[in-house]
């Protein structure tokens, strides 16, 4: 490993074929290269879809009423049916592994913008009537102010938190914390200011919203007995699909709805949206790994085809040195140390290049779908791993060839 002799040798031997070590190298170059670059851009699209979660629960569904598809119970189908207030405790008593249920209702229904001003400015915006536990599942943060609590719950207080689009259009630079906004001819207190997290968006725009207390919201906006839907969070370790699967069938028993009709409660499942995100990028690094090693062992194959040409040109040198004593072992070290030469050179430079690449691309590149593409030290590490070992292999076979040949026979070769 250190002979000094010996690797003026490989130099010799490599320089001799400028051109053929360049195209040699440049092909495993490439696949460590393309291998870098693809699972670098496949964490930053990874961390730009899955960041964008940042703040919700990912273990959370929501459940809302539809109408029915089945005759149930003296029934027709198509019965229209809604939650209500006797509902959150039935669900709170008889689910188990549930960490929150939320009720929430909106004025208007679902994207639905209603009448709200401030000294003379008027805007339309979402307006939500929750509980203090639904900020546990919302993607925000709070700027300014607070969130709703409980005494905003028990006491019905006309108070609100607005999001910043809110503040932007009704306030300006004015500051917004105890001022009174009027909410379809009902005034209510700000008192707090919400901000949105993450870059995705589920449903309506956070920083367009506004939150008021549940029972609140009920009086004022004649919601008496009405929940519109429920966000549930499941406890750590529990599988929110099951939870999901006992809600109906604890509501169908309640509102007299056929436990068959799947089609009676709506539903939206953020874990299994995450999972499949997740599977998605798995999907995608394994491919990027596939694709990856395989061009590292085509450019391996590319060494150890080299090494055979580089063989049969040397028959009489490897000839003479065997007749002059060398052992197998000697002629093999050095065929095997070329061929490892050419992976280690060829493999850092394609490393070195992805690196650069990847982080050109953070520098200048980033944006909603990319973010910090990188590949961490052990992707590296395994990366090398690989190609050291098909680079073993392919200086390991042209030297077993090699030492096929007699040394009579090479001495005679022309």
């Not at 919203?209 to 519109?228: D, M, R």
């Not at 809600?247 to 499949?276: C, E």
């Not at 798995?282 to 080299?306: K, P, Q, T």
């Not at 000839?319 to 070290?333: D, E, F, K, N, Q």
Request: hydrophobic letters at 45%; a positive charge.
């Amino acid at each position: 490993m250190f002979d000094r002799d010996r690797w003026g040798e490989i130099w010799q031997t490599l320089s001799r074929n400028k051109l053929r070590s360049f195209l040699t190298m440049f092909g495993v170059a490439w696949g460590i290269f393309m291998l870098t670059v693809m699972l670098g851009m496949g964490k930053g699209l990874q961390n730009a879809v899955l960041g964008g979660f940042e703040g919700f629960a990912t273990n959370s569904c929501f459940i809302w009423t539809m109408p029915t598809t089945k005759p149930y119970a003296g029934f027709k189908q198509g019965r229209f049916f809604n939650f209500d207030n006797e509902d959150i405790e039935i669900i709170r008593r008889n689910v188990p592994g549930i960490e929150v249920c939320s009720p929430q209702l909106q004025l208007g229904g679902w994207q639905g913008g209603n009448n709200v001003s401030y000294n003379g400015k008027i805007g339309a915006f979402s307006i939500y009537g929750c509980e203090p536990e639904v900020i546990t599942v919302e993607a925000v943060r709070l700027p300014q102010g607070r969130f709703l609590n409980k005494a905003d719950l028990v006491e019905e207080r006309k108070v609100a938190v607005i999001g910043v689009e809110v503040v932007n259009q009704l306030f300006g630079k004015d500051e917004p914390l105890g001022k009174y906004i009027k909410i379809n001819g009902v005034f209510f207190q700000v008192v707090g200011v919400s901000q949105k997290k993450s870059s995705a968006q589920m449903g309506d725009n956070p920083d367009a919203k506004i939150y008021v207390p549940f029972t609140t919201f009920q009086k004022a906006f004649n919601s008496l007995n009405e929940v519109h839907w429920f966000t549930i969070v499941a406890k750590p370790g529990v599988d929110v699909a099951e939870v999901e699967k006992k809600i109906r069938l604890v509501m169908a028993r309640k509102h007299k709805v056929d436990p068959t009709d799947q089609s009676a409660f709506g539903s939206w499942n953020m874990q299994q949206f995450y999972m499949m995100m997740n599977g998605l990028f798995i999907g995608i690094a394994g491919l990027s790994w596939f694709v990856g090693i395989f061009s590292l062992i085509a450019g391996c194959i590319g060494i150890g085809n080299i090494m055979l040409v580089s063989i049969k040109e040397r028959t009489k040198e490897i000839g003479i040195r065997r007749s002059l004593g060398a052992t197998p072992r000697v002629i093999t070290g050095q065929i095997v140390q070329e061929a490892l030469t050419l992976i280690f050179v060829a493999g850092y430079l394609g490393l070195l290049a992805g690196v650069l690449i990847l982080e050109a691309i953070r520098s200048f590149g980033e944006g909603e779908f990319l973010k910090d593409p990188s590949v961490n030290i052990v992707v590296a590490i395994v990366a090398f791993v690989v190609l050291l070992v098909f680079g073993l292999l392919a200086g390991l076979l042209p030297a077993v060839r090699a030492l096929r040949i007699k040394a009579v026979d090479a001495l005679r070769a022309e």
